[in-house]
Structure formats: C-alpha cells, structure tokens
Nanobody, 123 residues
Framework: VQLQASGGGLVQAGGSLRLSCAAS????????MGWFRQAAGKEREFVAA????????YYADSVKGRFTISRDNAKRTVYLQMNSLKSEDTAVYYC?????????????????WGQGTLVTVSS
C-alpha cells in the first residue's frame, strides 16, 4: 500500500485547509486510517483516525471540534478538514493505514505511512 498526502500549505491563523491522502494498492476499504503530525523538534503525535466502516472516528483533544476526518472508499482517499487553525497546528502531517479495523491513536498500530505534507499556520 502506498499513501500520498497532499493539501498542505501556508494559512493564517483562523483559516482552514483540507488535507487528502490517496491510497494505491491493497484494499483501502478494509483499512482503518489515521492522521498524525510532527512539529519541528517534537515527537510525532496522533491527530485523528477513522474506522474502516467510515462512521467511527477518534480525535486528539487538541483538535476536537476543529478538525474532521472522513473517507471516500470509492476514491480510496481519506481527508482531514482543518478549521480554526492555530499556530500550534504547524507541523508535517502524515496519513497512515492500519490493516486492523480500529481507530487507534497509537502510531505503532499502523502498517503503512505516507510521506507527509507540511502545514504552516502564521499568527
């Protein structure tokens, strides 16, 4: 499975961005999908995850109410809609696929990782 993240860029605080992660290979509809981020000098952290059923979602407290994860199995794509962005959201964002079905916040639960897309929020 190969994952290609896109949609990052420079945005002002309070603005919005939508990240996309397109998958090739494997059976996308059978994977749980997650988004993680890593800011400069910090460890990677969980952002959001979506069950393979497309209905169950899980968010980090820091993004709850601002970010929305969704998926389109026909397009083999998972999205992260990010609203009300803050400077502390600045990071490289990675998508990941879990061959299990869950919505785990643990990075080591994921089997495949994309290359990352940079989000920079200016204050």
């Amino acid at each position: 499975v190969q994952l290609q993240a896109s949609g990052g860029g420079l945005v002002q605080a309070g603005g919005s961005l939508r990240l996309s992660c397109a998958a090739s290979g494997g059976t996308f509809s059978s994977y749980g999908m997650g988004w993680f981020r890593q800011a400069a000098g910090k460890e990677r952290e969980f952002v959001a995850a979506i069950h393979r059923n497309g209905y169950s979602t899980y968010y980090a407290d820091s993004v709850k109410g601002r970010f929305t994860i969704s998926r389109d199995n026909a397009k083999r794509t998972v999205y992260l809609q990010m609203n009300s962005l803050k400077s502390e959201d600045t990071a490289v964002y990675y998508c990941a696929a879990d061959e299990g079905y869950g919505t785990s916040p643990a990075g080591n639960s994921y089997d495949y990782w994309g290359q990352g897309t940079l989000v920079t929020v200016s204050s």
